[in-house]
């Protein structure tokens, strides 16, 4: 299937692993030129040699997404390398503290709504004007199960997660007529590294999470990367302001 994107440019903020990762191997597969950001410029190299590996162009930038103007460099690096943005998927955001409100302390709070919620506002800010010049474009922002239900002891994260939707939506609005495609995908618990390892240790570890899941599995890395290649498609040209759960129908 042709999915229309030869000689495109993609912008992968959190390239450097996960779903970033695979991200960038797909993009290649399709002949869509690659930057990837990220602020491991080990993990992030790794990922440009991937793309590169599977036919594709790719280049490396390091940045911080917590500093609009190490944000804005990315964006211009980006047009600097290969002249054009047509695409960027924003893999933000971090969950690394499990307690009720009333024992969440101001500093996490703003960390997390910071490195979720205002980092994918600085990336909006800089790829949308890119991708006006370049006659339109598709950006994925990407949530959690927490953009959609409410989660235990994750007050703040799934405050910023929400955040996330009305921003999307907004944005969706605002630059549709300029051609400005905007969506949103949830992926649920997904199986990565770290949970592998975690389960070759003990097999029982995921039982608890997987009985949440309708589907009974983890939502796969691959199959998330993919759904962000779809989404830049032209198969995908009607579909903007969407929320798309991808957590086996926990959040249904």
């Known amino acids: 299937m042709d999915y229309g994107m ?3 440019v993609v912008l992968l903020s959190g390239g450097g692993g996960g779903t970033g990762r ?8 399709e002949g869509v030129k690659v930057v990837v950001a990220d602020i491991n410029e080990t993990a992030g190299k790794e990922s440009v040699e991937l793309a590169k590996q599977a036919g594709g162009e790719a280049a490396f930038v390091k940045c911080d997404v917590l500093h609009e103007e190490e944000v ?16 960027a998927v924003n893999i933000v955001g971090l969950n690394d ?3 009720g409100i009333t024992e969440l302390t101001k500093e996490n709070f703003d960390y997390e709504i910071d490195i979720t919620l205002r980092s994918t ?26 953009s959609i239900v409410g989660v235990l ?3 703040a994260y799934t405050a910023a997660e929400y955040g996330l939707v009305g921003m999307t939506k907004s944005a969706a609005l605002d630059y549709a007529k300029q051609g400005i495609r905007t969506n949103l995908v949830c992926p649920g618990v997904m199986l990565s590294d770290v949970l592998q390892k975690r389960l070759e240790a003990d097999s029982h570890f995921g039982d608890k ?15 998330v990367a993919a759904v962000y290649v779809f989404l830049c498609s ?6 903007t302001g969407a929320v798309i759960p991808m957590d086996g129908g926990r959040s249904d």
């Open 153 to 155: 002891a994750h007050g």
């Open 6 to 8: 030869k000689n495109k």
């Open 234 to 239: 032209k198969y995908a040209a009607s579909i």
């Open 22 to 29: 695979h991200a960038s191997t797909l993009f290649a597969k």
């Open 121 to 146: 506002f600085y990336s909006m800010k800089f790829e949308i004007p890119a991708m006006i010049k370049s006659g339109g474009g598709s950006i994925i922002n990407v949530g959690s199960t927490a």
């Open 209 to 223: 999470l997987l009985a949440d899941i309708p589907l009974g599995k983890f939502t796969s890395q691959e199959d």
């Open 97 to 99: 503290k499990f307690t």
């Open 72 to 87: 804005a460099g990315a964006v211009q690096f980006a047009l600097d390398q290969y002249g054009r943005l047509d695409y």
